[in-house]
């Protein structure tokens, strides 16, 4: 027991979404100081596992667990989770206009905390990790996500997830629609949180951003199960192939090595 | 960001409601009458004019049906309200000569930080009279008037009487009349040319006894080229039967003159809220309403500017709340009897648990007013399936060669809004208090600072626990 406190674990998930069985089962465990990335074909579930992990209400577990640092966090809701720190960096993060992105990093900052940051340290703190991120100082007067570039919008998601410091993070498609300049600046953010108190899962379909952000463990979803984990070289194997040697590869003793895996 | 403690004005201890002992000196016979109506003159001691004023008021009010639009009156009854009550015989000046309930209950209201922290000039509305006052004494030496409506009328009874009664007369609608029967209180500001009065002036108003109608009337005239904010709130304690709250607001903004009124109400679940607020706008002069209206179980208010002449500008603000049993039938109403003339309307309006709020306006454009610029924008946000949003946009353009816009939008909260907003650790309830806040910013922004925090706490108070 004592060597899955440090760890996000899923076990054996099953999850619906209107009565559509998308995740068939998925085992994954995440050691803080690790990072693990998720990677497979459109609609193989990623973006299902990432946001059941937060918990969002429309996607239903019917089987299976997941667990923080030894609790089984499966019933709680998103903002339980959060304040235990778990992190989710959204691929399409909402827009809430009205509200500035200073204003809800506060009340986000100090939900997570559970006590309130003095004003003045928390705007040091937030124009510090702006600047790292290369943020124009007016964008934390803007109003959340409203009218936000998709780079934006990423860049925001990343500066969220430096100022709460969660436990374990997971990056949903963060790699999608940024330029290159733009996906590099979000990965070097990525790099500098990296350490041993933080696990991270990078969900992606693409390995692009795994040249950045450089991944200690590789894992392929396919149909709502992880049919094959292994180390960095996964990744590269995928980008020469595509996933079409899944099809082709997919073999009884594979399926059965990932699953028990 | 600009970071400021709020002063207290107490408005969290409304959704329970706090009141103390009723100590009147006079308290007039409930119902409405002719004698009724002598009486309150007489003790006011006024003019002839006024009492003749009031008497004529009183006919066209018997005369008028109820109206049969907008919220549901049948339930008023007019002889089971009392029409004049005088707390106390002195008018207090400053706070010591004030008795000690009263002065219990302005603490409450937080009346003396407000005043301390960046007032000039407090006019505290307890009960039909104004007890106290108190004016910067820089504002009396620009030659600002700032008093209780009754007293300005012994006082300045030609400057009254010149501007009392014309921009909404008796017969303008049921209410209008009623309160020109039987008005009592209010403010009654003159700001002489080219005075910048640079501190907002507030009054506090607030209901206090059982079955009693509040009746104030509020006067505002700037003269040429002058500017004045002036600040209304209200908070009402709840009480099991019914009150009614019937005011009636005229200002007079002459050329390149500016004035802003901003209003937070919020009254007891049991308030009638009808209220009759109107402007008459002159050459290049500004007409700014910015209006928050919460609690009520039934609201009419239609904020009016009346553009005048060339240049003249209006613009009306406005939110309202509605939740469980509510009724919020606000909106704007803007005349545009002048070429060259602009005016915009943003209206947010908030339904919950049930409560039901309606957009009501009306833009008019006469057949010379050529050039006129007019937009419309307004909001509805619900916030579960059993509340209610209407939108009833009256639009009468007459002239060609204008600019009209027209938008409205009505939404529910999104769950993926929602979630985002949790996943950050915020609790249901937060998040939904968040988007809210968000979805009023555009008006709330325009409001002093401590309003501003207070009506959105106001709203996190009302949300609070009705979510499942």
């Given at each position: 027991m004592s060597e899955k406190e440090n760890c996000l674990r899923i076990v054996d998930l099953h999850v619906q979404v209107n009565d559509k069985k998308i995740l068939k089962g998925v085992n994954l465990e995440i050691k803080k100081g690790e990072i693990h990335a998720l990677m497979g074909p459109n609609g193989s579930g990623k973006s299902t596992l990432a946001a059941t992990l937060m918990g969002?209400?429309?996607?239903?577990?019917?089987k299976g667990e997941i667990w923080l640092d030894g609790q089984n966090?499966?019933?709680?809701?998103p903002d339980e989770r959060a304040r235990m720190g778990l992190f989710l960096a959204f691929q399409y993060p909402s827009e809430v206009p009205g509200v500035t992105v200073a204003n809800f990093l506060r009340l986000a900052l100090n939900a997570v905390r559970g006590k309130d940051i003095p004003v003045l340290e928390f705007h040091k703190l937030l124009h510090e990790k702006m600047k790292e991120l290369k943020m124009d100082p007016s964008f934390a007067k803007?109003?959340?996500?409203?009218?936000?570039s998709g780079g934006e919008k990423k860049r925001n998601e990343i500066l969220q997830m430096a100022l709460l410091q969660p436990k374990y993070a997971i990056l949903d498609e963060?790699?999608?629609?940024?330029d290159i300049d733009a996906l590099r600046i979000v990965s070097e953010g990525v790099n500098r949180l990296v350490g041993p108190d933080l696990g991270i899962l990078i969900i992606t379909h693409?390995?692009?951003i795994l040249h950045y952000i450089e991944p200690h463990y590789v894992h392929v979803l396919y149909d709502g199960k992880i049919i094959e984990s292994g180390g960095k070289e996964l990744a590269d194997k995928l980008e020469k192939t595509g996933y079409d040697f899944i099809h082709s590869n997919r073999s009884e003793s594979v399926l059965e090595e990932a699953q028990n895996g | 960001m600009a970071e400021q403690i709020p002063v207290?004005?107490?408005?969290?201890?409304y959704k329970y409601g706090f009141k103390d002992p009723e100590k009147y000196v006079f308290k007039a016979k409930k119902g409405l009458s002719k004698e009724i109506v002598e009486e309150i003159s007489y003790l006011k001691g006024e003019p002839e004019w006024m009492r003749d004023f009031r008497l004529r008021a009183l006919e066209i009010f018997m005369k008028k049906p109820m109206p049969?639009?907008?919220?549901?009156?049948?339930?008023?009854?007019?002889?089971?309200?009392?029409?004049y009550i005088k707390p106390t015989e002195k008018k207090g000046r400053?706070?010591?000569?004030?008795?000690e309930d009263i002065k219990k209950t302005f603490d409450r209201l937080g009346i003396p930080e407000a005043e301390q922290k960046f007032l000039g000039g407090v006019g505290a509305?307890?009960?039909?009279?104004?007890v106290y006052h108190s004016l910067r004494k820089d504002l009396e030496k620009q030659g600002v008037i700032f008093l209780d409506t009754d007293t300005a009328l012994r006082e300045y009874p030609e400057l009254f009487k010149k501007y009392?009664?014309?921009?909404?007369?008796?017969?303008?609608n049921k209410f209008a009349a009623l309160n020109s029967a039987v008005w009592s209180g209010g403010s009654f500001i003159y700001v002489p040319e080219?005075?910048?009065?640079d501190i907002p002036l507030q009054a506090y108003f607030r209901i206090n006894a059982k079955n009693m109608g509040q009746f104030e009337r509020t006067l505002i005239i700037a003269d040429k080229g002058s500017y004045v904010h002036y600040v209304e709130g209200c908070t009402a304690p709840i009480y099991s039967s019914d009150s009614l709250h019937a005011a009636v607001v005229e200002i007079i903004v002459h050329e390149g003159a500016r004035v802003r009124y901003s209003t937070v109400q919020n009254w007891s679940m049991n308030v009638y809220n009808l209220v009759t607020k109107r402007a008459v706008v002159y050459r290049d002069a500004t007409m700014e309403w910015v209006d928050g209206n919460l609690g009520s179980k039934a609201t009419m208010k239609y904020p009016a500017v009346f553009l005048?002449?060339?240049g003249a500008r209006g613009e009306i603000l406005s939110i309202a709340f509605a939740g469980k049993g509510q009724h919020q039938d606000a909106g704007a109403k803007v005349i545009?009897?002048?070429?060259?003339t602009t005016s915009q309307v943003i209206s947010k309006s908030i339904s919950q648990g049930g409560g039901r709020s309606s957009y009501r306006g009306l833009l008019q454009v006469k057949e010379?007013?050529?050039?006129v610029k007019a937009s419309v924008r307004c909001d509805a946000l619900i916030l579960d399936d059993t509340s209610r949003s209407d939108t009833y946009p009256y639009m009468d353009i007459k002239a060609k060669d204008v600019t009209i816009g027209h938008e409205a939008t009505v939404s529910k909260i999104g769950e993926e809004q929602l979630f985002y907003l949790m996943s950050r650790g915020l609790d249901e309830n937060e998040a939904m208090a968040l988007i809210v806040r968000g979805f009023i910013e555009p008006v709330v922004k325009e409001l002093p600072m401590e309003y501003a925090v207070e009506l959105n706490r106001l709203i996190e108070l009302q949300m609070e626990g009705s979510i499942g």
């Open positions: 969002h209400p429309n996607y239903k577990i019917t966090i499966t019933d709680l809701s803007r109003y959340l996500n409203d009218g936000f963060t790699d999608s629609g940024l693409y390995q692009r | 207290n004005l107490g408005i969290d201890h049969t639009w907008g919220v549901d009156l049948s339930t008023i009854d007019f002889d089971d309200i009392y029409y400053t706070w010591d000569d004030l008795p509305q307890y009960e039909s009279e104004v009392f009664g014309t921009v909404v007369p008796p017969g303008d080219g005075v910048h009065v005048m002449e060339p545009h009897f002048a070429p060259y010379n007013a050529h050039h």
